[in-house]
C-alpha cells in the first residue's frame, strides 16, 4: 500500500497500525492522485469537515474525475458524524445557536445530496464511516482482499437491461452505464465503429475517462478472454 506523503492524520496513523498488524507492507511518498493506493485501486480519504469543504467549492468532483481517469476502481472514504460539520462551520463563522440551528439542516442536506450524487452519477464508491478508525480498518481490509477471488453464485439468469442489445453489450464493460453506452452509439452509429476508434476518440463522451475508454476497446477488440 501506498500512503500519500501528506497524509498526516489520525486516519494515516491508524491505518499504518492496521498494516503492521495483518503484515501489509506499505510506504509514505508523494501521490499526485488520491491518499491511498494499491494496485489498480485509488482512496481519496475525507473527514467529514474536509467533505463539506470539499463539496462546497466543488473539489471533490474534480478529485473524482481525477481518480476516475487514472484508476480501474475509485473509493471516496468518508469518516465522521455529520454534526462535525457543523462545528467546523460554527468555527469559520462564530455562528450564534439560532444560525447554527439553520445551517445544521442546509449542511445535512448537502452532505446527504453530495454523497448520493457520487454514488449515483460517477463510477466512484462513496463509503461512510462514524471514526477514523473504522475507515482504518476498511481501508486495510480493501488491501488484504484485493488478490482474493470470490465466488458470487448466481441464483437467477441475468435480465436485459434495455431493448436494445447493443447498449446491453456496452453496459457489461467496466465503467458504462446505460446512458453512457447510448451516448457512445448516438455519437459514434455502432459497436463496431467504436471498436475502431482511439481511446482519445472515445473520452468526448463525458464521464467516461482514459480507463474506461481502454476497458472498451479492450473489451471489444480483445482475441482472448476479457476479465474485469
Known amino acids: 500500500m501506498i500512503i500519500d506523503s501528506r497524509e498526516n492524520s489520525s486516519l494515516s496513523e491508524a491505518v499504518i497500525t492496521c498494516c503492521n498488524l495483518a503484515g501489509i507492507k506499505y510506504e509514505k511518498k508523494f501521490i499526485e492522485i488520491g491518499d491511498y493506493t494499491f494496485g489498480n485501486i485509488v482512496i481519496e480519504a475525507k473527514s467529514m ?3 463539506l469543504a470539499s463539496v462546497r467549492n466543488k473539489r471533490i468532483f474534480n478529485q473524482i474525475s481525477n481518480m476516475e481517469d487514472n ?3 475509485c473509493y471516496v472514504i468518508i469518516y465522521g458524524h455529520v454534526s462535525q460539520a ?3 462551520l460554527n468555527a469559520v ?3 450564534t445557536y439560532y444560525q447554527q440551528k439553520q445551517w445544521g439542516e442546509k449542511l445535512k442536506r448537502m ?3 453530495a454523497f448520493s450524487a457520487i454514488a449515483m452519477n460517477t463510477n466512484t464508491t462513496p463509503i461512510w464511516v462514524t471514526s477514523s478508525q473504522e475507515a482504518a480498518n476498511i481501508i486495510t481490509a480493501m488491501r488484504y482482499n484485493m488478490d482474493k477471488d470470490v465466488d458470487l453464485q448466481k441464483m437467477l ?3 436485459t437491461r434495455s431493448d436494445d442489445v447493443r447498449v446491453d453489450i456496452l453496459t457489461n464493460i467496466t465503467g458504462i452505464s446505460v446512458e453512457k453506452a447510448k451516448a457512445l452509439l448516438e455519437q459514434f452509429g455502432s459497436v463496431y465503429e ?3 476508434l482511439d481511446i482519445k476518440d472515445i473520452m468526448v463522451i463525458d464521464g467516461i475517462g482514459k480507463v474506461t475508454a481502454s ?3 479492450d473489451a471489444l477488440r480483445s482475441r482472448e478472454e476479457v476479465k474485469y
Open 49 to 51: 469537515s474536509d467533505f
Open 71 to 73: 484508476y480501474e476502481k
Open 86 to 88: 457543523i462545528e467546523y
Open 93 to 95: 463563522r462564530n455562528m
Open 111 to 113: 452532505v446527504y445530496g
Open 157 to 159: 439468469p441475468k435480465k
Open 194 to 196: 467504436i471498436a475502431g
Open 215 to 217: 476497458n472498451i476497446l
